[in-house]
Nanobody, 119 residues
Framework: QVQLVESGGGLVQAGGSLELSCAASGSFFSINAMGWFRQVSGKQRELVATITRGGNTVYADSVKGRFTISRDNAKNTVYLQMNSLKPEDTAVYYC?????????????WGQGTQVTVSS
């Protein structure tokens, strides 16, 4: 099984920047798409950005031009560079990965990391 470990969350003032990272470890063949989602208490988890193994990206409209997703396939790690942060970006950010095993492909989630943007 895979373990996804996120890091980089914290408290930042509006207009500031943070970089999140998520490293996958464990026993698997490879990882297809990876992504970041976020969730505010009482609301549904929402897509922030995804990236395929080949580097194709998709962003939520609310973060386009401010956030950049990237990955290092050799390290099984995905990053999220967040610039020009706004208070409405405050949420728990979750890493996701589509993991390829011997006989199946399964989605996995990280434990989440809190990002708080103060006004």
């Amino acid at each position: 099984q895979v373990q996804l470990v996120e890091s980089g969350g914290g408290l930042v003032q509006a207009g500031g920047s943070l970089e999140l990272s998520c490293a996958a470890s464990g026993s698997f063949f490879s990882i297809n798409a990876m992504g970041w989602f976020r969730q505010v208490s009482g609301k549904q988890r929402e897509l922030v950005a995804t990236i395929t193994r080949g580097g194709n990206t998709v962003y939520a409209d609310s973060v386009k031009g401010r956030f950049t997703i990237s990955r290092d396939n050799a390290k099984n790690t995905v990053y999220l560079q967040m610039n020009s942060l706004k208070p409405e970006d405050t949420a728990v950010y979750y890493c996701s990965a589509d993991v390829v095993y011997q006989f199946k492909i399964a989605g996995s989630w990280g434990q989440g990391t809190q990002v708080t943007v103060s006004s």
